[in-house]
């Protein structure tokens, strides 16, 4: 690549971390941690990449702070804005950034427009795909997380089906699992719209007085809407089957405690006057692990999936 061609990259770079900064969304080391993250995506060519990394971004940490007063009540570690550490920027963002970089590894010399790439070579659909599964996975589950915790009545545990304090790993709600399908089917959509805005980019379209406006046939023939629509449902698909991946994880391999005291879950040693009841879950994997398992799970199966499907 160019010095001229970082440019664009670096630029999208720097806002995400400045962004992430003056919003509170990222900690100074999750803002360095993203910056190799966005460094290892914006660099890709075909926009998918970049747009699928920004929309993950901007909507989790939107929803971060919707009501941010009342989670603080239900939520013992609620910080406003979220506070992104490198660890939790990794564990939601490492599967994604290797595959978009070992997308520019393979294709690096490849001439082509998206589209067609895509949707002719299965080692650039099945990359792509499980791209997709994986911040579909990551943005349902914080959707799930951001909004479900604000579910009228308390959830339910996933593995035995009873009623569990707001804030228990495992937990599930209809909000929640409504909020984890509308996170993953956004990230589709940003994909697909990213690839058509692409091929129009790119397609020979131009006006001359003589003949008119003419590239259009060629731009309408390079759309393919059962991959686009493969796109979206794929994003819809592993936003919910991620969350409920989460949630199988987070109550079979993840501690959690209720505190009597403070009537939340709670992570830490109990204070004077408080006791401490195991609610679900083995001391196995941390928050992270899990969201670091679950996307990478979801990202292979997807990417499985759309090879047996389309080739």
């Known amino acids: 690549m160019s010095p001229a061609g970082f440019l664009y ?13 003056t919003k509170k969304s990222l900690a100074p080391s ?3 941690a993203a910056t190799f ?12 990449f970049g747009s699928v990394l920004l929309t993950f971004y901007l909507s989790s940490s939107k929803l ?18 979220g506070g992104r550490t490198a660890i939790q920027v990794f564990s939601n963002g490492a599967t994604g950034t290797i595959l978009a970089v070992l997308f520019q590894y393979i294709f690096w010399t490849t001439e082509s427009r998206p589209a067609t790439l895509f949707v002719n070579d299965w080692r650039a659909s099945t990359l792509l795909f499980a791209y997709i599964g994986h911040y579909a996975c990551c943005n349902g589950d914080t959707w799930a997380s951001e909004l479900g915790i604000l579910n009228k009545s308390w959830p339910t545990l996933i593995t035995t089906f009873k009623k569990v304090p707001p804030g228990t790993n495992g937990g599930v709600s209809p909000l929640g699992l409504g909020a984890s399908l509308g996170g993953g089917l956004l990230i589709g959509i940003a994909a697909a719209i990213s690839i058509i805005v692409q ?17 259009l046939d060629i731009f309408a023939g390079s759309l393919d809407f059962k991959f686009l629509g493969a796109l979206v449902l794929a994003g819809a698909g592993a ?44 001391d196995i994997l941390d928050n992270h692990q899990v969201n670091f398992f679950s996307s990478l799970i979801i990202a292979v199966a997807t990417g499985y999936l759309s090879l047996k499907a389309l080739f």
């Not at 990259?9 to 900064?21: D, E, K, Y």
């Open 199 to 215: 091929l129009a980019v790119e397609a020979p379209i131009s006006w001359s007085s003589t003949k008119g406006l003419t590239g």
């Open 239 to 282: 936003g919910l089957f991620g969350s409920l991946l989460d949630s199988v994880l987070g109550a079979t391999v993840q501690k959690s405690n209720y505190s009597t005291k403070k009537k939340i879950i709670t992570y830490k040693a109990p204070e004077k006057d408080d006791e401490i009841k195991a609610i679900s879950g083995l």
């Open 37 to 48: 993250v966005g460094i290892g995506t914006f660099t890709n060519s075909p926009y998918v």
């Open 9 to 21: 990259p670096a630029a999208l770079c720097a806002f995400m971390v400045r962004h992430g900064l």
């Open 64 to 81: 971060t702070k919707f009501k941010s007063q009342i989670k603080k009540t239900l939520e013992e570690d609620h910080q406003e804005g």
């Open 30 to 32: 999750g803002a360095l």
